[in-house]
């Protein structure tokens, strides 16, 4: 009886402990991520910031405390002994960029994590799933690796320019212990790809990236442990030109200085360092040095912009595997490369992230077969044939035909991008895809192919910088869902390690304009903060002697000087990341060459004017309607003032904060003396003047609806059609939407007649054009000399469609305060749906509008707020999950602002209805 009684109690103590747990799980961490990403090896970010998310299906459900335990193996993280850090329980909301505040960091420490954390009523979560990063090399002396190359220009078989073949080099060794982990470090100055017992090593591409070379060089870590084995072991390389020694850019100069090519250095060099540590706690190190062989190969001709080729006669089978016969290599030479800094790649790499099958083949001439992948994108082909050996195939490639339906190829200017494969013939199957090039094209040209190609015979890889895609969007309008479509295929071609104007001809630079005008967008398609951090030290790396951020970044050559909305992006994209990702150590970062940029611009102007000489790019590309250069330069350094006022307050810095803010007022007052009369009219009259004056904030209250106003007139005088280049028109939307014109801004969005973005996609366009006028029908293609078909600055309408169409935006830095602010405005546009994976969490949005309602479904993650801006006849109409809203869990009614209800929320999902007011009513038959 009395066992009975105990078995009873503890089942029910059982049952009560579950109940518990179950509470206690209304809050997860997951997600965790150390400065921006999942288990990154090999960092040398000290002390390293710690994120994760919260995930719960609770209303208003937040953090209250969190505790981070950082081990130095899993079983004591397993055992909570956080032996690194443990940062007991922290009363704080704060569940991003916690900063690393344990034991100090050595190289090579591995840090196993984990949190957990205390939710609005003060229940504790269960633990994390254990998250790792590892620190790299932390000291030049670590590293015991010499630089190594092997010069092939002597090999060069190309009779006009020089594309000397590849390298590779090897080495055996021997490893008689038994492995417990094996991690090798490894930089190229040019490309690599490593080998290890015939295996290829990660799965990056173009590493270790494009830097100045002179400053500094990334390099990678990789955990090898399962490729290594005892006994007899071999590591191998094949380097490549890439943009160290390659071809790169268009460099006018090019013809005095007969290159145009080995900006940085001649020969490509390789640095890579083996650690096996053993059971026994011995450790050895394999390291690039001069017992290294070097020999070329089978790839003959290499270069990012001119293709590779490739003569799978001259294969080595096993030369990255031990017992290999070197004999005949070379010996590699050392290369003194001591005096750039070496640290760990803090981007994203680039990677293959999907495959295309081609969706026809023409034969525009006899022995000529041209592929249509039905996608414009960047990346190359692998190629599958059988045949003769000897027998060499020719790839070309491009965006568009031309009428007769050969390739297009002028736009590619000096690009030859061009690759070949000449046949091993050994009556089998034969794959190939190059290593070291990549090309931007819809369009593959064929010649050389025995018999007839099907298509099985190319496969498109698309290759790009490979961060985590983070938003959705769709509407009820198919040509702005390709819009949409179009837009983020262009990120993706164009965000090859360095945020590039174009993949196709020989540019591919990372132009500062287009890079600042974009990066918002670019922020709602995909986890971009770690892609921008590498980027914005390539940026502060070359910043001009002046103080002047460059035309681009990487600045392989000197060129113009700097021009006005281009520089400016050493300002606006760390803002850009601190607006978006709450990142306040990008500011610190770069902030004292932000400060000497901002000195550059009041040294060089005058009376808070700015009268730039030497190169300005102006309002690039805009068709119609010139905006003067001074207006734009002067209108962008009122902007840059605004921003570091910002930037300054955000980081401590209070007495900066006010100077700018004060220099931003004086601009303000000169640019209006300079450029508006009283009546709101902006010197030049263009719709970019207004775009940006009222954009920027730099109009007095009372002049703004005149300015909106003569912005509407003089897109109406447009019959309702956009003239703004690159600068206005980013601008362009959020502007008329601010003034009350969202029904304008729709227009613009879904016009179909030229100049629009519905021109392009009327004309088959899968991806952004350069110009609006890239190809007009009756006309053709624009000037070759520079069109391309792959352009993503006009794409930053992508930032429009998110804040006001789909609603979701910041309020303040970081989304730990969000806006929902769907405008159904027009165009008989009537619904949305859109996603997008904020720094805290999925942030979703859907709105519908039918038979006067508007219905909006709406996610907000935990540990934020939002304020929810429901368009409304009254307040009191409005319902949320079928009660009145006022009554509704997690929601409060703030106040009626323009004809719409204001709500604060707390986390969760919610479906708010309500009956539009007459006034704004969509309509839908136009
Ligand atoms: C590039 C642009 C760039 C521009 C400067 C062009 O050749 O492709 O995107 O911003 O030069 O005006």
Redesign the pocket.
């Known amino acids: 009886m009395m066992a009975k009684k105990i078995l009873l109690l503890v089942l029910l103590v059982m049952t009560a402990v579950n109940i518990n747990i179950t509470a206690a799980g209304s809050i997860e961490p997951t997600a965790l991520k150390c400065e921006y990403r999942v288990n990154p090896l090999g960092i040398d970010a000290n002390p390293p910031r710690l994120s994760w998310i919260l995930e719960s299906s609770d209303r208003g459900q937040k953090q209250t405390a969190y505790r981070v335990l950082v081990a130095s193996n899993e079983e004591k993280l397993k055992a909570e002994q956080g032996d690194l850090w443990d940062s007991k329980k922290i009363s704080s909301d704060q569940s991003v960029h916690v900063v690393y505040a344990g034991q100090p960091l050595r190289s090579r420490m591995r840090c196993h994590w984990k949190t957990r954390v205390w939710d609005k009523d003060g229940k504790v979560s269960a633990w994390s799933q254990p998250a790792l990063w590892s620190m790299g090399l932390l000291k030049h002396a670590d590293w015991k690796a010499k630089w190594i190359c092997f010069d092939t220009s002597a090999f060069n078989e190309d009779p006009e320019l020089h594309l000397p073949p590849s390298p590779y080099l090897r080495k055996e060794f021997k490893v008689n212990r038994k492995i417990r982990r094996a991690t090798v470090y490894v930089s190229a100055l040019g490309l690599f790809e490593l080998f290890i017992n015939g295996w290829r090593v990660g799965r990056d591409h173009f590493a270790p990236g494009w830097t100045n070379y002179r400053k500094r060089v990334y390099y990678l870590t990789y955990d090898v442990t399962d490729l290594l084995k005892d006994g007899d072991n071999a590591i191998g390389a094949i380097l490549a030109n890439g943009w160290y020694a390659g071809y790169v850019g268009f460099d006018p100069m090019h013809k005095k200085r007969a290159r145009g090519r080995a900006f940085y250095g001649q020969t490509p060099a390789l640095l890579a360092q083996l650690e096996i540590e053993c059971e026994d706690g011995k450790s050895q190190i394999v390291a690039t040095d001069e017992n290294w062989k070097a020999s070329t190969g089978p790839i003959r001709k290499t270069d990012i912009l001119m293709g590779e080729t490739y003569d799978a006669r001259l294969e080595m089978p096993g030369w990255d595997r031990p017992g290999f016969d070197d004999q005949v290599w070379k010996v590699v030479t050392l290369m003194d490369a001591a005096r750039c800094k070496i640290e760990a790649y803090p981007g994203v790499t680039v990677q293959v992230t999907q495959e295309i099958r081609p969706i026809e083949i023409t034969k525009p001439k006899e022995g000529v077969y041209v592929f249509n992948m039905g996608q414009n994108f960047a990346g190359r082909v692998r190629l599958k044939v059988k045949g003769k050996a000897g027998t060499k195939v020719v790839l070309r490639f491009a965006e568009m035909l031309h009428k007769d339906g050969s390739i297009m190829t002028e736009n590619l200017r000096r690009a030859r991008c061009t690759d070949a494969y000449i046949f091993r013939g050994n009556g089998e199957d034969e794959i190939w895809e190059p290593r070291f090039t990549y090309h931007g094209f819809q369009y593959v040209e064929l010649t050389g192919y025995p018999g007839k190609p099907d298509l099985g015979a190319i496969t498109g890889i698309v290759l790009h910088s490979a961060a985590p895609v983070a938003g959705s969007f769709e509407c009820s309008n198919a040509m702005v869902n390709k819009l949409y479509s179009n837009i983020t295929w262009t990120q993706r071609a164009n965000f090859f390690d360095i945020p590039t104007?174009?993949p196709q001809r020989d540019?591919r630079l990372g132009?500062t304009?287009?890079a600042q005008i974009y990066i918002r967008s670019a922020t709602y398609n995909m986890d971009v903060a770690a892609f921008f951090k590498k980027w914005l030290v390539n940026l502060e790396d070359d910043q001009r002697p002046s103080g002047a951020f460059p035309?681009f970044a990487p600045l392989p050559y000197l060129q113009y000087e700097p021009s006005p909305g281009?520089m400016d992006a050493g300002v606006i994209c760390p803002f850009t990341i601190y607006q978006v990702y709450g990142d306040t150590h990008v500011i610190e970062r770069h902030y004292e060459a932000m400060t000497k940029f901002m000195d550059f611009l009041l040294r060089t102007g005058k009376d808070y004017l700015r009268s730039p000489r030497g190169h300005c790019?102006g309002d690039?590309l805009s068709i119609g309607g010139r905006t003067s250069n001074d207006l734009i330069a002067t209108a962008y350094f009122a902007y840059d003032a605004k921003l570091m006022a910002e930037m300054a307050a955000a980081i401590g810095r209070m007495e900066d904060a006010q100077r700018y803010a004060r220099l931003f007022d004086n601009i303000k007052t000169a640019f209006n003396k300079a450029y508006v009369s009283a009546n709101g009219r902006i010197k030049g009259d263009t719709q970019t003047c207004y775009a940006l004056a009222l954009y920027m904030d730099l109009l007095p209250q009372a002049l703004k609806e005149k300015a909106g106003a003569r912005l509407v007139e003089l897109i109406r005088e447009r019959n309702w059609h956009l003239s703004t280049g690159?600068l206005g028109v980013k601008y362009l939307l959020p502007a008329l939407t601010e003034e009350g014109y969202v029904d304008v801004a729709f227009r613009l969005l879904t016009n179909k007649t030229y100049p629009s973005w519905g021109y392009s996609i009327e004309n088959g366009a899968t991806t952004i054009w350069?110009r609006w006028n890239s190809y007009k029908k009756g006309k053709g293609f624009q000037d070759s000399y520079?069109n391309?078909f792959n352009?993503y600055?006009f794409g930053s309408v992508c930032e429009w469609m998110f804040v006001f169409m789909a609603g979701i935006d910041t309020d303040g830095a970081g989304f730990k305060r969000i806006t929902i602010r769907p405008q159904p405005g027009g165009s008989g546009i009537t619904y949305t749906k859109a996603s997008y994976d904020s720094i805290y969490g999925r942030i979703a949005t859907y709105w519908r509008v039918r038979d006067g309602k508007f219905l909006l479904d709406l996610t907000i993650p935990a540990n934020t707020t939002a304020t929810v801006y429901i368009p409304a006849r009254d307040a009191d109409s409005i319902t949320e999950g079928g009660k009145p809203a006022s009554k509704a869990e997690a929601v409060q009614f703030l106040r009626i602002e323009d004809g719409k209800a204001v709500f604060a929320v707390g986390s969760g999902r919610y479906r708010f209805i309500s009956s539009l007011p007459t006034a704004r009513q969509v309509d839908e038959t136009k």
């Open positions: 104007d174009c540019e132009w304009g287009d035309d281009w790019w690039w690159f350069e520079m391309s352009h600055a």
